[in-house]
């Protein structure tokens, strides 16, 4: 890898791709092949992507094999975060870290068409066979600090996670903020903004702020036209 490094310091230096390549840290990645954990073959890193800041230390990102496809970004600003994807997951996703102690993770069999993920001080659990969506917004956290303007306290300390449950559906631009909680089997329609923590199975919501709007409901991936060619009846 070094001397990868000065060949592209050689012979293209401004090349936006020398940007990229210097700053990309395949010591903080991690894969986990029949579950053992080891360092990544270099044919293991094609479009996954690690940064770091100087002086940042304890950040991993551990990937399970076997994998669909998998587009990922990490930039870690802060300390000791956790990036874990396991198996199985079809996803395209930019993930940042603004503060310490975060974490990512992200279940099995998911496929997410693209998503844009902020931490700050907390952290996103997703679980198994989710279909998520181009263009959705995790927050987990706040990137700036509010204060009370009298006495100068706090007012947006550490949240609770983002937690996404099993067979979720999430639409086009969904947005989900601190705290928010979907369980199970939830459905949430285009341009909807999570902010709060919700109970109910198998439910759709929709909105801004997101409020139920359909209850005892599920749903497949296929087409309604292919769904009942596999189901006749």
Known sequence: MKFLKKLICLFIPLAKVRHRILRHDASLLRVIDNGVERKPHFRELKHIFVMQKKGCK????KIELPIRSL??????????NT???????KATCTIIFHDDGGFVEIGHNNVMLSCFM?????GIR???NGLFAVDLIFYAGDAHTLLDAKTGAI???RPEPIVVGNHCWIGRGVTLTKNAVLP?????????????????KHTALAGVPARVVHQGISWDASSPGE???KNPA
């Open 58 to 61: 304890g950040n991993v990102v």
């Open 71 to 80: 587009h990922l970004s990490v930039d870690f600003e802060s300390n000791d």
């Open 83 to 89: 990036v874990v994807i396991h198996s199985n997951n």
């Open 118 to 122: 902020a931490v700050t001080g907390s």
């Open 126 to 128: 997703i679980g198994d």
């Open 155 to 157: 007012l947006n300390e």
């Open 184 to 200: 199970d089997e939830t459905i949430v329609g285009i341009q909807a903004v999570v902010t709060k923590k919700f109970t109910e």
């Open 227 to 229: 769904f009942i060619q």
